[in-house]
């Protein structure tokens, strides 16, 4: 098996499976009891909270320990919006969000906020000017994401953060996809709110976590217990946090060296397929893009055929969000960059891990092009397309 679909889940690290196995059947106590067997495992647990915070230059103190992304991401808006609501109800973010948090903003909408959703460049770069006008006296938040889930392009974060930081209004970004993977300092880039998730990054799923710097006031989301400072009830989950924070130790100390060598594979893949591909396009900007991601466009064919057929070959890939695999419709990032349905239908998203090796992409690419050329035979749109072509000629 050939794993391609990182951006989705990745497996557990052998250095994370070591450190959370304890946690599992020897130093299993619940943290919040008083006796010391429990302090062992709270101890783990603060230890995690600094490895976490460490990685984005923040505050042990500033990070609550939660359920994963999308929990994170519907925290931090509902419960800014609520603690802020006072001074304003407008809320701005992107068209390419991921839907944790579209959904979340639609809600709110539904309570009587009002949400301006900013439009990208065909790289699917947030619009900085369009942004900027529309900060208004009752905006109370901003929320764009560091990285794109699909495309990997990477946001403008810390111009974001200073406009958002001049402007006084909370900024929120979901980092899922890009902690741990690329450099992050919340101080730096003005970040108020930050939502990160560990099974993106070599730790098990089931543990996120939000940064929430000191001077923010929101509230609590689940409520029920005094974990996480009162702020997120709820049994620890110790084996994943304690797994999270193993990650981020370990991301912290390979990140540059990973990243070089994601990066190296990740433009040898991007050269193979649009030179020896046809009718083939890259989505997302070319350089400014998270280090394992490729993500493609294949006109006359359908990206659900593709990976049917990938899978068959014994390649794991994604046409985008994991979270929306179930869905016919094209993406909505790819449509948000100008794509027509007709081309945003064949869609493939190809992501690394530092474990990929050249004579995997080699073989992917290869079994790529044959799938490819095998599914336009069968479309009778190629055909028309090839005798227009010909036709020209």
Same mark, same amino acid.
């Given at each position: 098996?050939?794993?391609?679909?990182?951006?989705? *889940?990745?497996?557990?690290?052998?250095?994370?499976?070591?450190?959370?196995?304890?946690?599992f059947c020897e130093q299993y106590a619940n943290p919040s009891a008083i006796y010391s067997f429990?302090?062992?495992?709270?101890?783990?647990?603060?230890?995690?909270?600094?490895? *976490?915070?460490?990685?984005?230059?923040?505050?042990?103190?500033?990070?609550?320990?939660?359920?994963?992304?999308?929990?994170?991401?519907?925290?931090?808006?509902?419960?800014?919006?609520?603690?802020?609501?006072?001074?304003?109800?407008?809320?701005?973010?992107?068209?390419?969000?991921?839907?944790?948090?579209?959904?979340?903003?639609?809600?709110?909408?539904?309570?009587?906020?009002?949400?301006?959703?900013?439009?990208?460049?065909?790289?699917?770069?947030?619009?900085?000017?369009?942004?900027?006008?529309?900060?208004?006296?009752?905006?109370?938040?901003?929320?764009?994401?560091?990285?794109?889930?699909?495309?990997?392009?990477?946001?403008?974060?810390?111009?974001?953060?200073?406009?958002?930081?001049?402007?006084?209004?909370?900024?929120?970004?979901?980092?899922?996809?890009?902690?741990?993977?690329?450099?992050?300092?919340?101080?730096?880039?003005?970040?108020?709110?930050?939502?990160?998730?560990?099974?993106?990054?070599?730790?098990?799923?089931?543990?996120?976590?939000?940064?929430?710097?000191?001077?923010?006031?929101?509230?609590?989301?689940?409520?029920?217990?005094?974990?996480?400072?009162?702020?997120?009830?709820?049994?620890?989950?110790?084996?994943g946090i304690v797994g999270f924070g193993a990650a981020a130790k370990a991301a912290a100390e390979?990140?540059?060296?990973?990243?070089?060598?994601?990066?190296?594979?990740?433009?040898?893949?991007?050269?193979?397929?649009?030179?020896?591909?046809?009718?083939s396009r890259l989505n997302g900007d070319a350089v400014n893009r998270l280090p394992g991601n490729?993500?493609?466009?294949?006109?006359?064919?359908?990206?659900?055929?593709?990976?049917?057929?990938?899978?068959?070959?014994?390649?794991?890939?994604?046409?985008?969000?994991?979270? *929306?695999?179930?869905?016919?419709?094209?993406?909505?990032?790819?449509?948000?960059?100008?794509?027509?349905?007709?081309?945003?239908?064949?869609?493939?998203?190809?992501?690394?891990?530092?474990?990929? *090796?050249?004579?995997?992409?080699?073989?992917?690419?290869?079994?790529?092009?044959?799938?490819?050329?095998?599914?336009?035979?069968?479309?009778?749109?190629?055909?028309?397309?090839?005798?227009?072509?010909?036709?020209?000629?």
């Open positions: 098996m050939i794993y391609l679909d990182n951006a989705a *889940t990745t497996k557990v690290s052998e250095e994370v499976f070591a450190a959370i196995k304890p946690f429990a302090g062992k495992s709270m101890k783990a647990v603060d230890e995690a909270r600094h490895q *976490t915070a460490d990685l984005i230059g923040a505050d042990a103190k500033e990070i609550y320990f939660t359920a994963g992304g999308s929990e994170t991401d519907n925290w931090a808006i509902k419960a800014a919006a609520e603690a802020y609501q006072n001074k304003g109800k407008h809320i701005i973010t992107s068209v390419i969000e991921h839907h944790a948090v579209l959904h979340t903003c639609q809600y709110l909408e539904k309570q009587g906020f009002e949400v301006t959703y900013i439009q990208v460049d065909e790289y699917g770069r947030v619009k900085l000017d369009e942004l900027e006008q529309a900060i208004r006296p009752d905006t109370i938040l901003i929320s764009i994401m560091a990285a794109n889930n699909e495309i990997g392009t990477i946001q403008p974060i810390q111009e974001i953060g200073a406009l958002a930081r001049k402007h006084g209004i909370l900024f929120h970004t979901d980092a899922v996809q890009a902690y741990g993977h690329i450099p992050m300092n919340v101080d730096e880039m003005n970040i108020d709110l930050l939502s990160a998730s560990g099974h993106k990054l070599y730790a098990p799923k089931g543990a996120g976590l939000l940064y929430i710097r000191k001077n923010v006031r929101i509230g609590a989301y689940l409520h029920g217990g005094a974990q996480e400072r009162g702020r997120r009830a709820g049994t620890h989950n110790t084996p390979k990140m540059a060296e990973n990243a070089e060598k994601e990066i190296a594979l990740r433009d040898y893949l991007i050269q193979r397929v649009l030179k020896e591909i046809p009718y490729a993500h493609f466009c294949f006109r006359f064919i359908e990206g659900e055929s593709l990976l049917i057929l990938l899978d068959q070959k014994g390649i794991c890939a994604s046409s985008g969000s994991a979270c *929306t695999s179930g869905s016919l419709d094209p993406s909505h990032v790819l449509l948000a960059i100008g794509l027509p349905h007709e081309i945003a239908h064949g869609s493939l998203r190809l992501t690394l891990s530092a474990e990929t *090796t050249k004579e995997e992409i080699d073989f992917t690419v290869e079994q790529l092009k044959e799938i490819v050329k095998k599914l336009r035979d069968m479309s009778p749109l190629y055909e028309d397309f090839v005798k227009q072509e010909q036709k020209v000629l």
